[in-house]
């Protein structure tokens, strides 16, 4: 879903409750240009019991919507450069994404900042990143 969907009004809720305010959650940045219009943002959340992802409870799990007028800008890396910083002073080895099994530009995205395949589902993709700082 893009980005201006997921920040219509019907949708904010879901993104307030899911990214932003998500009591899990280690940290949560947002892009912005020099109008103030938001670029992006990117969500780090600890990975608790139970949770939607299946991701391992203590990973960090992340989430990535960069709008696709700001795509290949350095966004999305500098998004990424702040939630590096956050997981390792969170003390967490491993992040991981899941992504839709057929979004390649959000794979491809995560493949370089150095996510690597860890495992698939039935809609997606997971890649996980690791520490070498922990």
């Known amino acids: 879903m893009p980005m201006a969907q997921r920040l219509s009004i019907g949708k904010s809720k879901f993104v307030l409750e899911n990214y932003v305010s998500d009591p899990v959650g280690i ?10 219009a938001l670029l992006g943002f990117q969500s780090l959340i600890r990975s608790t019991e139970g949770n939607r992802y299946g991701t391992p409870v203590g990973w960090g799990i992340i989430g990535t919507h960069v709008s696709p007028d700001a795509a290949r800008t350095g966004v999305g890396t500098a998004l990424f ?17 899941f992504i839709g099994k057929d979004n390649k530009i959000a794979q491809s995205y995560y493949e370089r900042m150095d996510f690597e395949t860890c495992r698939h589902t039935d809609t997606g993709v997971c890649k996980a990143w690791t520490s070498e700082e922990n």
């Open 27 to 36: 940290r949560c940045s947002l892009a912005e240009d020099e109008q103030g």
């Open 81 to 97: 450069v702040a939630s590096r910083k956050a997981a390792i002073e969170a003390g967490l080895t491993k992040i991981e994404a």
